[in-house]
């Protein structure tokens, strides 16, 4: 089945050691999205691509980057993760321009700073 | 500019009896309006969505959502709970572009045996 991977489920990092987190799709959708959720939160985006074009949100911290090496693939890089870092991180895909198509979600990374 | 509110953040039923969680929205053109759940540790799931067909909008697992363009609401409902339906449920709204999808805050479902 078409679909988007995330991996690892979850991962463990220590304090100020570089993380990635890594996501997958089949489904050949032009835009991918990294959002993070705290406990008992909505999902916060942090940015999306549209083909190869980056848009970053205002609020997301320069510790927190990303890259898109192809349509399948996109990665979330944490440069020196804090303990307010500790999240589930969602990537999701949708596929414009038609406004009415949904954003297809992965089941998330759990990411624990030490 | 489009946003969704979720005007309970915590909804408590008995298993068996009807689900209501409540969502309005403000949009300033025809907007394209979802639920999604998501179950303790997992990505979120799509429950239904609205794209101007019909008002009512059947979804997944028995629940369904009904356009009211007068109220500006989504409304989520389900005539009968079950234990498996406790989750989150996150009402959310897509621009006109189609790119950004703006969340309520959720509303925590639980269901009593």
């Known amino acids: 089945d078409a679909m988007v991977i995330q991996n690892p489920r979850y991962q463990v990092t220590q304090f100020g050691k570089p993380v990635t987190l890594s996501c997958s799709q089949t489904?050949?959708?032009?835009?991918m999205y990294w959002y993070q959720q705290k406990s008992s939160q909505a999902p916060k985006l942090l940015f999306h691509?549209?083909?190869?074009?980056?848009?970053n949100e205002a609020d997301t911290p320069d510790n927190f980057q990303s890259r898109r090496p192809n349509t399948s693939f996109c990665f979330l890089d944490i440069r020196s993760p804090g303990l307010g870092d500790a999240a589930m991180y969602l990537c999701?895909?949708?596929?414009?321009?038609?406004?009415?198509?949904?954003?297809?979600f992965g089941q998330g990374t759990r990411l624990t700073v030490v | 500019a489009q946003s969704v509110t979720q005007l309970d953040s915590h909804v408590s039923v008995s298993e068996g009896t009807p689900v209501l969680l409540r969502c309005n929205y403000s949009?300033?053109?025809?907007?394209?309006l979802f639920w999604y759940v998501q179950h303790p540790n997992k990505g979120l799931q799509l429950l239904l969505k609205?794209?101007?067909?019909?008002?009512l909008v059947k979804g997944i697992n028995g629940f369904e959502a009904e356009f009211k363009k007068s109220e500006t609401s989504f409304h989520l409902t389900k005539p009968s709970a079950h234990m498996s339906d406790a989750a989150e449920y996150f009402c959310?709204?897509?621009?006109?572009?189609?790119?950004?999808?703006?969340f309520g805050t959720g509303t925590s479902l639980t269901v009593i045996p």
């Open positions: 691509y549209y083909d190869k074009d980056f848009n």
């Open positions: 959310v709204v897509s621009d006109i572009t189609g790119n950004q999808f703006y």
């Open positions: 609205y794209t101007s067909a019909a008002t």
């Open positions: 949009s300033s053109y025809s907007p394209s």
């Open positions: 999701a895909t949708s596929k414009p321009p038609t406004g009415y198509t949904e954003a297809f």
């Open positions: 489904l050949n959708h032009n835009v």
